[in-house]
């Protein structure tokens, strides 16, 4: 997909100059998640709230097993919610009578890739618009090349997931989604295995993407400062059972630049963060949550 065409998705210009979708707010209301409720009777989410407006990058950060994935995976349609309900644009999409299924309208790439790895890089590419039909074998084709183009992987298309390394593939995977035009990407710590000059890379790759599409993000991340530096806002979860305790709104302007993660700006955000997810992380240490944020 062109540039051009990615754009075509988008609405006028937010206030700070990016322009974004007017597809995919998320509603998340009260929402709890009890595991296995007869045995173990593992409370994961407890009336967990948070707006997420269209085209708005979002970065959840909390300790390990506050149920940031679990609340991925339920708007992806991995699991159900046990109270409360998740609205997509205003309708229901996880109720308690209500199991969303996965589809190409909420799209998830996880830390260690699910690429086919017996398929090219195009035809992972391809294979999602193709199998729906949304577009012939040659316009995908096309739409993959000028894609994958963007992110610094022209040349590559014949290539198998097997011989990229993980910052390629995990670009590659982006892009697998995206070519789908889905209303939300669901990132879930895509780049936490990686080191800091994949990871630099990563990020201008994918604010690259998120500039030019305006696609709702949900964006789970151990990193604060890679949380700080892509999201406009950043909401903090509690130790678990989980809801959001703090929303910290993001004041850097975009385009985002590297540098700006030397500003004063961004470390007086980043101590805010660093206080309040500590403050948590001792909570989930002292409750035995032995793994830290
Ligand atoms: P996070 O992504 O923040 O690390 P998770 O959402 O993975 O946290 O998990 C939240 C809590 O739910 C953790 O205590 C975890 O052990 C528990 N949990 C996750 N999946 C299951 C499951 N299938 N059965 C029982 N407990 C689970």
């Given at each position: 997909?062109s540039v051009?065409?990615i754009?075509e998705h988008?609405?006028a210009p937010?206030?700070?100059?990016?322009?974004?979708?007017?597809?995919?707010?998320?509603s998340?209301?009260?929402v709890?998640?009890?595991?296995d409720?007869?045995g173990?009777?593992?409370v994961?989410l407890e009336d967990?709230?948070?707006e997420?407006?269209a085209?708005?990058?979002?970065?959840?950060?909390g300790?390990s097993?506050c149920?940031?994935s679990t609340?991925?995976n339920?708007?992806?349609?991995?699991?159900?919610?046990t109270?409360?309900e998740?609205?997509?644009?205003?309708?229901?999409?996880?109720?308690t009578?209500t199991?969303?299924?996965?589809?190409?309208?909420?799209v998830?790439?996880f830390?260690h890739?699910a690429l086919?790895p017996?398929?090219?890089v195009l035809?992972n590419?391809?294979?999602?618009?193709v199998?729906?039909g949304?577009m012939?074998?040659?316009e995908?084709?096309?739409?993959?090349?000028?894609?994958?183009?963007?992110v610094?992987l022209?040349?590559?298309e014949?290539s198998?997931?097997g011989q990229?390394?993980?910052?390629?593939?995990?670009r590659?995977?982006i892009i697998?989604a995206?070519i789908?035009?889905?209303?939300?990407?669901?990132?879930?710590?895509?780049?936490?295995a990686?080191?800091?000059?994949?990871k630099?890379?990563?990020?201008?790759?994918?604010l690259?993407?998120?500039d030019?599409?305006g696609k709702?993000v949900?964006?789970i991340?151990h990193?604060?400062?890679?949380?700080?530096?892509?999201?406009d806002?950043?909401m903090?979860?509690?130790?678990?059972?989980?809801?959001?305790?703090?929303?910290?709104?993001?004041?850097?302007?975009?385009p985002r630049r590297y540098?700006?993660q030397?500003?004063?700006?961004?470390?007086a955000?980043k101590?805010?963060?660093?206080e309040?997810?500590?403050?948590?992380?001792?909570?989930?240490?002292e409750a035995?949550?032995?793994?830290m944020?």
């Open positions: 997909m051009v065409s754009r988008r609405s937010s206030p700070r100059g990016v322009c974004r979708a007017q597809e995919g707010a998320i998340i209301r009260g709890g998640k009890i595991y409720p007869e173990v009777h593992v994961a967990c709230s948070l997420i407006a085209g708005e990058f979002v970065a959840i950060v300790p097993g149920g940031k609340l991925l339920i708007i992806a349609g991995f699991d159900h919610l109270s409360g998740i609205l997509l644009d205003g309708r229901p999409l996880a109720t009578h199991r969303p299924t996965p589809g190409p309208d909420r998830v790439v830390q890739g086919f017996w398929k090219t035809e590419v391809t294979y999602g618009p199998v729906q949304t012939s074998p040659a995908a084709r096309d739409r993959a090349r000028e894609m994958l183009g963007r610094g022209s040349g590559i014949d198998y997931p990229l390394s993980s910052g390629m593939q995990r590659v995977e697998r995206l789908n035009n889905p209303k939300v990407l669901l990132l879930d710590e895509p780049f936490r990686m080191d800091t000059v994949t630099g890379a990563s990020h201008q790759y994918l690259e993407l998120y030019a599409t709702t949900f964006f991340t990193d604060l400062e890679e949380a700080i530096f892509l999201a806002k950043v903090v979860m509690t130790t678990r059972p989980g809801h959001i305790k703090q929303t910290l709104t993001v004041t850097l302007p975009r540098a700006m030397a500003s004063p700006e961004f470390m955000m101590a805010e963060l660093v309040a997810v500590h403050e948590e992380a001792v909570k989930a240490f035995g949550e032995r793994e944020a």
